[in-house]
């Protein structure tokens, strides 16, 4: 095992111009860990309630994961989302948020786990990502995620939990937000000094940067010719990132972690989330191969190229 | 001479978060001419008022344009707009469209243009445009620009201009509209049944994606670290993709462009458009250089290789 992921295993409610799920397997850790599964072995900490059916439990067992960290809380019922997309599929409505059994998540990591060199913090309260971030003590990289919520109410914690990160990994309204400043190249500066030297910003179907101090990487999007379910777009994109650097054993040094295999990880990241588009849900993970991967990654060089 | 360029050219008045010009030289000619001049001979074809100042006719006349196809209207005005840009300057607000003398602008080619190889129809009436084009017996390659206005109330006439061209550079809300498919690839197939072979869509900050039926260039937008004034900017990616074709000789044959080429183009064109963000309205030309337009080119390179 290699990938510790931390975050939501839920359920979704989703309805798109294409069709409608009333409940279907999803959470930020789910796709994160499914994504990088294709490149490195995971080990998932979250929580569920006892509702969370078994052939949902087989899928992720079925990757290999290490599931010792998913705990189940007895007559506790699993996070629950629902929500609508517009018809172009750039904005979705919530429609219900049952926080259930996450609104008292309190990470537990396992004792093996804690020798794992790679950590992928999902957006849950900054604390707890530092509480979870301390008991590795010989991670080799850390990053995550974190949201409009912890960044307005909870900055302080925040500030404190990024300053141990190597990477950041949020979406551009976050990063303006966190830095207050419009443009991206200057809302990156501005994050830089909180203390990742890495930082990622994803533009959704646009693409995503990568900021570094003393370079940046853009990436435009891959160009699907249908959008089917945009949902866990990004926690993909975030599984392929980590995923990618944790199954070639990168670590930072002095100068943070090799540029050139930063770039290779964005792009794995953007052919991850491409891909999660495809379906509704995790669908498409259910039969998605390696060799599919990476004959998306040589079209997106191909598309790319100048 | 080598590239006709039709269109407005025109005095705007515009704010910015940065600051407010009551009157400066615009019009999408003269931002056309003046990105592509850079790369080619160009000469104009527009009509302009008495009003017209001798300072912009000179800043004209000094990048060695054929003005004899700017015809001036005696008593005229020449076509006014003002406009008002949101904070983050992604949305603008029209204040005032004076269309003066361009209300009733019928494009007079020279004698002399008649023979010239590269051809730009900016925005006007399609009728106008087809033309223009009618006359040009001799013309290698033929593109230009539409928008929603004609779209939707001339699309007869549109669709009979677009049979005739080889390329078509609109935005992306301009390729919807014009195909009814809000998918862009969706919609690039559905364009590229109209006549055009090659289609560009532009993206404004995200960037241009390039379309022939066969395959298709994806390209990032260059990241500015302040955007001062976006007039224009999407006028000074034509001029710079249709500029490095017209200097580099480039003919169409049964496949099309050559793709290599237009990629660079797209590229070009790109870059002429960020530097025209970096001043207000036209300033950013008075001292650009073909030195620091090839450094922003290999800048690009640099930050999209992977």
């Known amino acids: 095992m290699s990938l510790i992921v931390v975050g939501s295993v839920?359920?979704?409610g989703v309805e798109?111009?294409?069709?409608?799920?009333?409940r279907m397997l999803g959470?930020?850790?789910t796709y994160i860990a499914l994504a990088a599964g294709y490149f490195t072995k995971v080990g998932i900490v979250a929580v569920v309630g006892d509702d969370f059916a078994q052939e949902d439990l087989d899928l992720l067992a079925g990757r290999g994961f290490d599931l010792s960290g998913l705990e189940r809380v007895p007559g506790g019922k699993t996070f629950f989302w629902a929500g609508k997309y517009s018809p172009d599929m750039n904005d979705r409505e919530t429609l219900r948020t049952d926080l259930n059994v996450f609104a008292d998540f309190n990470p537990k990591l396992p004792e093996a786990y804690r020798s794992e060199p790679y950590l992928f913090l999902g957006n849950i309260q900054p604390e707890l990502q530092r509480h979870v971030r301390s008991q590795m003590a010989q991670v080799r990289l850390t990053g995550g995620d974190?949201?409009?919520?912890?960044i307005m109410d909870?900055?302080?914690?925040?500030?404190?939990?990024l300053k141990e990160w190597d990477f950041l990994l949020i979406n551009d309204s976050e990063a303006r937000q966190l830095s207050g400043e419009y443009n991206l190249r200057r809302a990156a500066s501005a994050i830089l000094e909180m203390g990742p030297h890495t930082l990622i910003i994803k533009r959704g179907e646009y693409g995503a940067i990568l900021c570094r101090r003393d370079?940046?990487?853009i990436a435009p999007g891959y160009l699907l010719d249908r959008v089917f379910d945009p949902t866990g777009?990004?926690?993909c994109f975030a599984g392929g990132f980590i995923g990618y650097l944790a199954g070639r054993g990168v670590s930072a040094n002095h100068d943070g972690i090799d540029f050139a295999e930063l770039r290779r990880a964005v792009i794995y990241g953007s052919v991850m989330g491409s891909f999660c588009c495809e379906s509704f849900g995790v669908d498409r993970f259910r039969t998605l191969?390696?060799?599919?991967?990476?004959?998306?990654?040589?079209?997106?060089?191909?598309?790319?190229?100048f």
Not at 146 to 150: D, G, H, I, K, R
Not at 154 to 161: D, E, I, K, N, S
Not at 289 to 305: G, K, L, S, W
């Open 16 to 22: 798109t111009p294409h069709g409608k799920v009333d």
């Open 215 to 217: 370079r940046h990487f």
């Open 146 to 150: 974190t949201m409009n919520y912890w």
């Open 233 to 235: 777009a990004g926690d």
């Open 289 to 305: 191969t390696r060799e599919e991967i990476e004959a998306r990654y040589r079209e997106f060089q191909a598309c790319t190229e």
């Open 154 to 161: 909870f900055r302080p914690q925040l500030l404190a939990t």
């Open 10 to 12: 839920a359920y979704d």
């Open 27 to 29: 959470g930020a850790a």
